[in-house]
């Protein structure tokens, strides 16, 4: 088993910045990919990104793009998403989850997730 644990969550402004943490336990070795998705309040989880360590490759949601940035930091096995130029529609509970196959933009490709960490932006 492998267990997620996701810190950074916080309330911001518009056009602020926060950094995500996710420490990883466990079987770690046994997944291939993690990212990190995000629920905002009353709609259904979002795919925001995923980073394959092995091969340094990353993916991110077009919403995000060129204001995120995944990290993983093997040694210490964390995962980390540092969020710029924040906006409103950022808001919802943010989760790391790390899979084995699968779409990257899928729920059912990741087969373990944290808790999760509350992302709040205001106008």
């Known amino acids: 088993q492998v267990q997620l644990v996701e810190s950074g969550g916080d309330s911001v402004q518009a056009g602020g910045s926060l950094r995500l943490s996710c420490a990883a336990s466990g079987y770690t070795s046994s997944t291939n990919y993690m990212g990190w998705f995000r629920q905002p309040p009353g709609k259904e989880r979002e795919w925001v990104a995923t980073?394959?360590?092995?091969?340094?490759?990353?993916r991110y949601a077009a919403s995000v793009k060129g204001r995120f940035a995944i990290s993983q930091n093997s040694a210490k096995n964390t995962l980390h998403l540092q969020m710029n130029m924040l906006q409103p529609d950022d808001t919802g509970r943010y989760y790391c989850?790390?899979?084995?196959?699968?779409?990257?933009?899928?729920?059912?490709?990741?087969?373990?997730w944290g808790q999760g960490t509350q992302v709040t932006v205001s106008p």
């Open positions: 980073i394959w360590p092995r091969d340094g490759m990353t």
């Open positions: 989850v790390a899979g084995i196959s699968g779409l990257q933009y899928s729920p059912s490709a990741y087969k373990y």
